[in-house]
C-alpha cells in the first residue's frame, strides 16, 4: 500500500483544516478532536541558531496585568518564548502557564498583549477549546501562522497543543527517558527511483505530560538507516497536559496519530522498526556527540529486503 511521503508534521497541520473540530468530548479529552495543527513546526531548509536557556522552576505569580505590547515588541517577545518556552519545563508552557493549575482568566490576559487574536475554536459543556494566532517567520512556519490550541475545563487550562524548536538531546536530558518511542517510516524510501524518504518519531513521557512528533529524512543508502541527525530540529508539535490524569499514549495523540483515517501511517516501537530498546535510544542521544550514530531500520520494515 502506498504511502504519502509528504512531512507528517505537514500531514498534522493539513489534517486540522481537513476535520475541522470535532465534539469535544469527557474527561480525559480526546484529541480525535483535531486540535488546531497549524501550529506544528514544517520542516524546514534554513539554518538557524537558538539559544536554548537553562530551565528554571515554574513561576508562581502569573503576569496577569502586562500592557499589549507593540508590534515589534510582540514579534520579539513571541520569538524568544519560542527559543525559551519563558525558561520552564514541559508541560509548563512559555514560563508560567501549567495544565491542570493555570485559571484561563491569567493566561488569556497574558495572551492577549501579544497574540494576533483568541478565539473560541468549539466548546461543549464545560470544556472549551480556544485558538491562539500568531504571525511567525515562515522558517517556523509555511504560511507564517502559528495556532496554539488550548483546552480549557471549568475556567482552568487542561490540555494545550502546539509546536516550537526543542532539540532531541535537550529533551532527553530535560526530561529523562520517555515511557515509549515509536518510529514510522514512509513508504517513499522504498520506491525505485527515490532518493531519500523520511520518518516520524513520536517520545512520549507518561509521568511529565509530554507527548511530542518529530519528523526527520531517510537518506538512500545501504544499509537503509534512520539517523538523528537528519531530524529537523525546527520540526516539532507537541501536547502538554496534567500528568495526574495517567493518560496513554493513544488516549493523548487520539485520532489525530493513531485514528482509522490515517492507518496508513502506521507508528512501531524502536524494537520493532530498528531493533533497539528505549534505554538504548535514551543513553546514545541524549549525548551530543551521537548525533551522527545511526541504525538500520529492521528487515520487517525494509521493503527492499
Known amino acids: 500500500m502506498k504511502k504519502n511521503s509528504i512531512s507528517f508534521i505537514f500531514f498534522i497541520m493539513v489534517s486540522w ?16 478532536m483535531s486540535p488546531s495543527a497549524t501550529l506544528s513546526l514544517p520542516i524546514s531548509t534554513e539554518t538557524q541558531s537558538i539559544t536554548y ?14 500592557p ?14 519560542l527559543e525559551t518556552n519563558g525558561e520552564c519545563k514541559l508541560p509548563c508552557w512559555w514560563g508560567w502557564i501549567v495544565p491542570g493549575t493555570s485559571k484561563w482568566v491569567d493566561v488569556n490576559n497574558f495572551l492577549q498583549t501579544f497574540a494576533e487574536r483568541i478565539e473560541i475554536l468549539d466548546k ?11 504571525t511567525v517567520p515562515e522558517r517556523i512556519s509555511l504560511d507564517k501562522k502559528l495556532i496554539v490550541s488550548i ?8 490540555e494545550i497543543f502546539l509546536g516550537q524548536p526543542y532539540p532531541l538531546n535537550r529533551l532527553l536530558s530535560d526530561y529523562g527517558q520517555p515511557t515509549d518511542v515509536r518510529i514510522y517510516v514512509g513508504d517513499s524510501i522504498f520506491e525505485e527511483f527515490s532518493t531519500e524518504g523520511h520518518f516520524s518519531i513520536l517520545l512520549f513521557w507518561e509521568d511529565k505530560g509530554i507527548l511530542m512528533v ?6 538512500k543508502t545501504e544499509p537503509l538507516s534512520i539517523c538523528m ?6 520540526s516539532s508539535a507537541f501536547w502538554l497536559w496534567d500528568p495526574s490524569m495517567k493518560r496513554t499514549i493513544e488516549e493523548v495523540g ?9 492507518n496508513q501511517r502506521e507508528f512501531h516501537s524502536l524494537e520493532e522498526s530498528i531493533n533497539i530498546n528505549i534505554e538504548t535510544f535514551h543513553q546514545t542521544y541524549i549525548k551530543t556527540e551521537n548525533k551522527n550514530v545511526c541504525f538500520e531500520i529492521s528487515d520487517s520494515l525494509n521493503y527492499l529486503k
Do not use: M, W
Not at 23 to 30: G, T
Not at 56 to 66: G, H, K, N, R, Y
Not at 124 to 134: A, C, E, S, V
Open 68 to 81: 499589549t505590547l507593540s508590534p515589534d515588541d510582540a514579534h520579539s517577545f513571541l520569538l524568544n518564548l
Open 254 to 262: 487520539g485520532d489525530l496519530l493513531f485514528g482509522p483515517s490515517h
Open 124 to 134: 461543549k459543556n464545560d470544556l472549551i477549546l480556544y485558538g491562539t494566532y500568531f
Open 214 to 219: 518529530k519528523d526527520g529524512r531517510i537518506e
Open 17 to 32: 483544516f481537513l476535520t475541522n473540530c470535532q465534539d469535544i468530548q469527557q474527561q480525559p479529552v480526546n484529541s480525535s
Open 151 to 158: 483546552y480549557v475545563r471549568d475556567g482552568i487550562v487542561e
Open 53 to 66: 536557556a537553562t530551565l528554571s522552576p515554574t513561576l508562581e505569580i502569573p503576569p496577569t496585568l502586562i
Open 229 to 234: 541527525k537528519n531530524l529537523d530540529e525546527n
